[in-house]
């Protein structure tokens, strides 16, 4: 974990309300797909949790949805910006577990983190599925990155606007190794049921500090409470304990 200056050298819009930002900083500290990076941004005191996409070099590319105040202030962000950023942060994504023919699924800004996995994955020579899920066509992004990549990929829309109609769910393929995942909790819970192998979540939740001290960001596990932030944001599906 390392708190650094980076310089912000682009910053634009790619879907509804979802923005693309490319950073130049120290990236070293940045090692597997998954992890997280924390933001701080003048006049807020909580820094902002955003996934990486993916990093290149110096580069860190993070994609964010506009939500909230703060990231709405990303959004009008201009090159040239410096930014306070922590790096290293979250566990990331398990590799050695995916199989010959891994499924990564993402859901909305859940997508963005399956980028960099779906990059690592095929540089070992894995067949990578990929199932991306948004509500309607104007949400849609990184469908083209992905298959240019050489990815396998499904794009599900609930109003049936693009792609497939429905959920991520009703787009699984037939056959695969293991599965990675990324977004909303209901997706997690529908996914948690309809996959057929063991795989892994990676959470997406509030969080206070983003380095495990506050414990706001806690999931119950079989092994106790675990910190989102911390401990995870990636989590096991044999550990994981789902509310009714």
Same mark, same amino acid.
Request: net charge negative.
């Given at each position: 974990m390392q708190d650094t200056i980076f310089t912000i050298i682009e910053n634009k819009i790619i879907a509804k309300d979802v923005y693309k930002m490319l950073l130049r900083g120290d990236t070293s500290a940045i090692k597997n797909a998954g992890e997280f990076v924390?933001?701080?941004?003048? =006049?807020?005191?909580?820094?902002?949790?955003?996934?990486?996409? !993916?990093?290149?070099? !110096?580069?860190?590319?993070?994609?964010?949805?506009?939500?909230?105040? #703060?990231?709405? @202030?990303?959004?009008?962000?201009?090159? #040239?910006? !410096?930014?306070?950023?922590?790096?290293? +942060?979250g566990n990331g994504y398990d590799l050695s577990l995916s199989? !010959? &023919? $891994?499924? +990564?699924?993402?859901? =909305?800004?859940?997508? $963005? $983190?399956?980028? +960099?996995? @779906?990059?690592?994955? +095929? @540089?070992?020579?894995k067949r990578v599925f990929v199932v991306l899920g948004f509500n309607t066509a104007d949400e849609v992004f990184y469908e083209e990155e992905f298959k240019a990549l050489g990815c396998d990929v499904t794009v599900t829309t609930v109003d049936g606007s693009h792609g497939v109609k429905g959920f991520v769910t009703d787009a699984l393929p037939e056959a695969y190794t293991y599965f990675y995942t990324c977004g909303p909790m209901p997706m997690f819970r529908a996914l948690n049921k309809a996959v057929k192998? &063991? #795989?892994?979540?990676?959470?997406?939740?509030?969080? #206070?500090?983003?380095?495990g001290a506050c414990m706001g960001c806690s999931c119950k596990t079989l092994f106790g409470n675990k910190r989102i932030c911390k401990d995870g944001p990636v989590l096991k599906k044999e550990e994981i304990i789902w509310a009714d």
């Open positions: 924390n933001i701080q941004l003048d =006049g807020f005191y909580l820094r902002r949790p955003i996934s990486v996409c !993916d990093v290149e070099g !110096d580069v860190l590319t993070l994609i964010y949805k506009v939500v909230g105040k #703060g990231t709405e @202030a990303m959004s009008k962000m201009t090159e #040239g910006t !410096d930014l306070q950023v922590m790096t290293g +942060l199989g !010959d &023919s $891994p499924l +990564l699924v993402g859901g =909305g800004v859940g997508v $963005p $983190p399956m980028y +960099l996995l @779906a990059k690592r994955l +095929l @540089a070992q020579g192998t &063991s #795989g892994q979540f990676s959470f997406e939740e509030r969080m #206070g500090c983003g380095f």
